[in-house]
Each structure stands twice: as structure tokens, then as C-alpha cells.
């Protein structure tokens, strides 16, 4: 199976935590390409003040990954489209950005990927969640809530973000144990309950690849090729212009 449409990865060199140069990241995107990745959108972090990444820093980052997979490209690799968007924290700075049309948002502009913090859940959530819908005409697309103890401990709360217009992004790594035990449970049950409307690979290094591999694998096991498809097609479809 192929086409598949990752909208969350970090290949974009040393401006986050992922690849480290623009070696590291081409390799990223030729490894998704021969998984069957046809789309992957670079979603670096901003997560200030540690990682303020905004379209100044991004730009250069994305000029040196494109010199290096054209250097694959003609050594014969295969490579996906590529796109640039960012995986904004769900706090005020990202909050006034996303508000103020200062976001990197997913591409065609309907949809911005965002992550909540891991131990809590920032106030005013769904009504935020929901404002920027009916505002501002943007879906919230949260990155791996399976990763988030406020979220695995509650599945009211997690109902609640869904109510409000979110849609959830499972991060496929956390299938296999990546994340460690809750998260895998929690990732397999809400699979299984359909509360996901895609995956990603939060691909973050070369050596992920080959794990992301396994991992797809572990979803088609769980719910067959109707999973994969419903996840790595048709969910990101939904949400962006690829
Ligand atoms: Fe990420």
C-alpha cells in the first residue's frame, strides 16, 4: 500500500529536536518515500522559548534540506512532496500566533498541528479549541494524545477535546512501545474505539524510519489495511490541500 500523507514529522535540520543536518533529514524523507509516504509535511516545534521557530528560521533549514535530497535525488532516490508547517505548543504564544494568522499552519490553510503539554491540560481548552474553529476557521489537529497523562488518565477529558471540534493525530510510533506502556494501551484502545482521524510518524531521526516501518505494521494488525488507509490517506486528506 502507498500514498500515504504524513503530517507531522521533523526533518528539518537543527532548529528543533530532530534531524541534526540536512543529511540526517533527506535520509528521513528517502526512508518514508520507500515505506509508501507520497506527502510529508516538516512540522517543527515551537515551543517557546526553547525552540521559537517561526517562517525566519524555517526557510533556511528547508533551502539546506532541499540541497541534500536533491543530492540523493540524483544519486536515485525516490523522494516524497514536501511541505513545511510547524507542531505549535497549545499555550499563549501559540495561541496568539494561531489567532493572528502568524501560524505555520498544514497546508492548504484549514488545520494547524498542535501538542499539549504531557502532565496537564492547559485551561480553557475546549473553549479554545473550539473558538478557533467557529472564529477562526481552523481544526485543531492535536499531536499524539496518547503521550498525554491528563488525557490517558481521563477519557471524559478526552471525549471533551473531540466535542470541541479537535481532531486527534495518533503518533504510529506509539503502537510499538516507543512511549512506553500507557501510551501503547491507550493508543491500541482508542484505534479501536475510532477516536482517531489520522496518524503521523513524528519522525525524528534517520534510525525512526525503520521503526515507523514496524509500527505501520502493528497498526494493519490491529485493524487491517482499512486502518492504514483510513489514518495515512483518507484522515489527512480531509484536512489538508496535498
Ligand atoms: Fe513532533
Not at 95 to 100: A, I, N, P
Not at 210 to 220: D, M, Q, S, T
Amino acid at each position: 500500500m502507498s500514498g500515504y500523507i504524513d503530517l507531522h514529522c521533523h526533518p528539518l535540520p537543527g532548529i528543533d529536536d530532530g534531524c541534526r543536518t540536512a543529511e540526517e533529514g533527506a535520509l528521513v524523507l528517502a526512508g518514508l518515500a520507500k515505506l509508501g509516504f507520497r506527502v510529508v509535511v516538516a512540522t517543527p516545534h515551537v515551543r517557546c522559548p526553547t525552540w521559537d521557530n517561526r517562517p525566519e528560521t524555517v526557510a533556511p533549514a528547508r533551502q539546506a534540506l532541499e540541497s541534500a535530497m536533491a543530492a540523493l535525488v540524483a544519486q536515485g532516490e525516490a523522494m516524497p512532496e514536501f511541505f513545511t508547517a510547524a507542531e505549535h505548543l497549545f499555550d499563549d504564544v501559540s495561541w496568539e500566533r494561531l489567532t493572528t494568522n502568524a501560524a505555520m499552519m498544514l497546508p492548504g490553510g484549514r488545520a494547524a498541528l498542535v501538542e499539549l503539554p504531557y502532565d496537564r491540560l492547559p485551561m480553557k481548552l475546549e473553549l479554545r479549541i473550539w473558538r478557533l474553529l467557529k472564529t477562526h476557521r481552523i481544526t485543531a489537529v492535536v499531536a499524539h494524545p496518547e503521550r498525554c497523562s491528563a488525557l490517558t488518565s481521563s477519557e471524559e477529558a478526552l471525549e471533551q477535546v473531540i466535542a470541541a471540534g479537535a481532531k486527534l493525530q495518533l503518533d504510529v510510533m506509539s503502537l510499538t512501545g516507543a512511549y512506553g506502556s500507557t501510551a501503547r494501551e491507550a493508543a491500541k484502545r482508542w484505534v479501536a474505539k475510532g477516536h482517531y482521524t489520522l496518524a503521523a510518524t513524528d519522525a525524528h531521526k534517520p534510525s525512526d524510519v525503520a521503526k515507523v516501518g514496524e509500527a505501520i505494521e502493528a497498526l494493519r494488525s490491529l485493524g487491517g489495511d482499512a486502518a492504514v488507509a483510513k489514518l495515512f490517506v483518507e484522515g489527512p486528506s480531509s484536512l489538508v490541500a496535498v
